[in-house]
């Protein structure tokens, strides 16, 4: 093998690895909770946390929910800012 030739397959190693890594890394310091409430059961980006007999909105949602199922709870009342880190909510 040719020096160039093993050089140029480092560095196309390196730089795959450096892409794979960096997504990862990138992923895990913003995925925050991508765990399904204990209380809800979750398909794809929808949370069902319905008829669990909740007094309150979980507090470990996770941010990748879309579509968020709090029907038949007994959640008086939901405060300013409880869904403030929930980007991609669209249906509550």
Same mark, same amino acid.
């Given at each position: 093998? %040719?020096?160039?030739?093993?050089?140029?397959? +480092?560095? %196309?190693? =390196?730089?795959?690895? =450096? /892409? /794979?890594?960096?997504?990862? #890394?990138?992923? $895990?310091?913003?995925?925050?909770?991508?765990?399904?409430?204990?209380?809800? *059961?979750?398909?794809? *980006?929808? /949370?069902?946390? *319905?008829?669990?007999?909740?007094? +309150? /909105?979980? @507090?470990?949602?996770? $941010?990748?929910?879309?579509?968020? &199922?709090? +029907?038949?709870?007994?959640?008086? &009342?939901?405060?300013?800012?409880? #869904? !403030? @880190?929930?980007? !991609?909510? &669209?249906?509550?």
């Amino acid at each position: 093998m %040719r020096p160039s030739f093993m050089m140029a397959a +480092s560095l %196309r190693y =390196f730089y795959t690895s =450096f /892409v /794979v890594l960096t997504a990862l #890394f990138v992923t $895990i310091g913003h995925g925050g909770n991508y765990k399904c409430p204990s209380a809800c *059961s979750c398909l794809g *980006s929808m /949370v069902d946390c *319905s008829k669990q007999g909740l007094t +309150s /909105v979980p @507090d470990d949602l996770p $941010i990748w929910v879309t579509i968020l &199922e709090l +029907s038949f709870n007994g959640i008086p &009342e939901i405060t300013n800012g409880t #869904f !403030k @880190d929930l980007y !991609k909510l &669209e249906e509550l």
